[in-house]
């Protein structure tokens, strides 16, 4: 009965942490540094719920097969529980797992600083090993291993894709000179002028954080990818969504042997009209009978200045132009700009 009595509790409690924990892991804004830290506070609160939801259950389906070993079977309240996960998440940590999961100043723990707080009453540890009735400072460190074990073997939370997430909404707010992120419909709107097929080969010469990138992966997850971005962060962001981009600058890469692609996709620097230098870059680098699809400032075709002159001159030149088209005025709204760009949709003859 008292074991019918525990697992009760413990999945109550795991079933109410549930949509708590989904609240604070929801999707929030993000665009200012205030609304940020609110994010990421909320997110490791979430963090905290969905790990101890995950050792109730575990600990509650165990009571209930009657299969549940010790020392977990000496946890007998959800505040116990509680204050356990809260050490086993902390617990064999390096500084790089730290840094990934944002948890900088809160306390670490290995097997040293487990048994030795176990000898200390007072402390919170101490508190527990004696109301737990363990007979040895190993017991408590073979239970903190043991929850450990449990929630970060269940993956019930992708830290990896947390990392992502934080590190794209913290490069949004640093202004990097030239990073503007694409907006999904620009995104959608570029790969389907694209008309990609399997067997393309594909670039992107600025690729910034990537999301460009990852919509051709949810379609295409074979397709060879190339990309160039020279910035740090970003070029880290790119890393964890998983492409391996060249960390230089794009005017410096030449395509191996055989491997030009015959797909380009770009949205790069606008600046000084720097994205007139990568559509004669991205046209050198295209293979015959290839498309490049690029988003560029409006400026081009209106200023009076020798670069957008010779831009103009260059554009008539180019034997199959499938779009020229200026965006709407809130095109870039999404990414916190109001700035006037251009579509185009390059073909290059065999």
Not at 302 to 329: H, L
């Amino acid at each position: 009965m008292a074991r019918a009595k525990k697992a009760t509790a413990f999945r109550k409690k795991a079933t109410s942490l549930e949509a708590k924990a989904g609240d604070k892991l929801r999707d929030r804004d993000m665009g200012t540094h205030r609304k940020l830290a609110q994010a990421l506070t909320a997110r490791r609160e979430g963090h905290r719920m969905v790990q101890l939801k995950t050792a109730l259950s575990y600990l509650a389906d165990g009571l209930e097969a009657d299969a549940l070993d010790y020392p977990l079977s000496a946890l007998s309240k959800v505040a116990q529980v509680e204050y356990a996960v809260s050490v086993a998440a902390r617990y064999g940590l390096d500084e790089a797992a730290i840094a990934q999961r944002d948890m900088n100043g809160r306390s670490l723990w290995d097997v040293q600083g487990i048994a030795a707080e176990c000898r200390q009453p007072e402390s919170s540890i101490g508190m527990l090993y004696g109301e737990l009735g363990l007979s040895a400072p190993t017991e408590m460190v073979a239970l903190i291993h043991r929850l450990h074990d449990i929630i970060e073997g269940s993956g019930c939370i992708a830290w990896e894709a947390e990392e992502l997430l934080r590190l794209r909404a913290e490069v949004r707010l640093k202004k990097i000179p030239g990073f503007i992120p694409t907006p999904p419909a620009l995104v959608d709107e570029l790969l389907h002028y694209l008309n990609l097929q399997v067997g393309d080969r594909l670039l992107e010469p600025a690729a910034g954080d990537g999301v460009i990138l990852e919509r051709v992966r949810e379609f295409f997850p074979d397709m060879p990818l190339h990309c160039c971005e020279i910035n740090l962060d970003l070029n880290r962001i790119l890393q964890l969504a998983g492409f391996e981009p060249e960390c230089r600058d794009y005017f410096d890469w030449e395509p191996s042997e055989g491997q030009r692609p015959n797909k380009i996709a770009a949205n790069p620097p606008f600046e000084g009209l720097e994205d007139a230098d990568f559509v004669y870059r991205m046209w050198e680098h295209l293979a015959p009978g290839g498309r490049l699809a690029t988003i560029t400032s409006n400026s081009w075709s209106f200023s009076s200045r020798k670069k957008a002159n010779e831009f103009r001159e260059w554009m008539g030149q180019v034997p199959q132009i499938i779009v020229d088209k200026e965006n709407s005025r809130d095109a870039f709204k999404p990414s916190g700009c109001n700035i006037l760009t251009r579509l185009l949709v390059l073909q290059k003859p065999q």
